[in-house]
């Protein structure tokens, strides 16, 4: 199993600065397949990313996503208060499909 | 864009069963393979298995082999059961629709279940 390892666990900053978040595997996986999801309290997860770059529908451009290999990373340019969320990574290359243990992403 | 609905008890008993329904607000149980995924409280989520519309499960080898997926196309719903729970299954569970890659682009809103006595 392919274990995702996120940091920092949690990331404090206030809006409008610019968050970068860390995955990193412990080997890789096929394609690059891997994903990103946002998750604010009470909600399910939302799909922001997936194949490591690939901007889902309505994700703001604030957002971006890069990688390969065994690292990847998600970076907010300016932070919205919506945005104050935490983030998983999910790879799908290899069953079975993992996620992360999450980015917390609050108000500084 | 499809919606997913889970439903079932949200108190199960150690030892018994857990069983849960996903209802789908598609016309047709779409050619796809559906997930189901469980998520403890402060963790990240975990893929519990998938069924796909003719009927082929995998699961997570996790569950050892605990878990069953199984499908109603006519009634547009697939189900979950997961035998012998123990407290570590309390979670918030989730439905969700596979992409063809294999990523989840939509989820249900996701159901709590707490395994106590």
């Known amino acids: 199993e392919i274990v995702l390892t996120q940091s920092p666990g949690t990331l404090s900053l206030a809006p409008g600065e610019r968050a970068t978040l860390s995955c990193r595997a412990s080997?890789?996986?096929?394609?690059?397949?891997l994903a990103w999801y946002q998750q604010r309290p009470g909600q399910a997860p939302r799909l922001l990313f997936y194949a490591a770059s690939k901007r889902a529908t309505g994700v703001p451009d604030s957002f971006s996503a890069s990688g390969s290999g065994t690292d990847f990373t998600l970076t907010i340019s300016r932070l919205e208060p919506e945005d104050f969320a935490v983030y998983y990574c999910?790879?799908?290359?290899?069953?079975?499909?993992?996620f992360g243990q999450g980015t917390k992403v609050e108000v500084k | 864009q499809v919606q997913l609905q889970e439903s079932g008890p949200r108190l199960v008993r150690p030892s018994e069963t857990l069983s849960l329904t996903c209802n789908v607000s598609?016309?047709?149980?779409?050619?796809?393979?559906w997930s189901w995924l469980r998520q403890p409280a402060g963790k990240g989520p975990e893929w519990i298995g998938r069924i796909y519309v003719g009927g082929t499960t995998n699961y997570n080898p996790s569950l050892k082999g605990r878990a069953t997926l199984s499908l109603d196309t006519s009634k547009k719903r697939f189900s979950l059961q997961i035998r012998s729970v123990t407290a570590a299954d309390t979670a918030v569970y989730y439905c969700?629709?596979?992409?063809?890659?294999?990523?989840?682009?939509?989820w249900g809103q996701g159901t709590p279940v707490t395994v106590s006595s």
């Open positions: 080997q890789t996986f096929s394609n690059d397949f």
């Open positions: 598609d016309d047709v149980l779409s050619p796809s393979y």
């Open positions: 999910q790879q799908y290359g290899n069953s079975p499909r993992t």
């Open positions: 969700a629709k596979d992409s063809s890659s294999g990523y989840w682009p939509h």
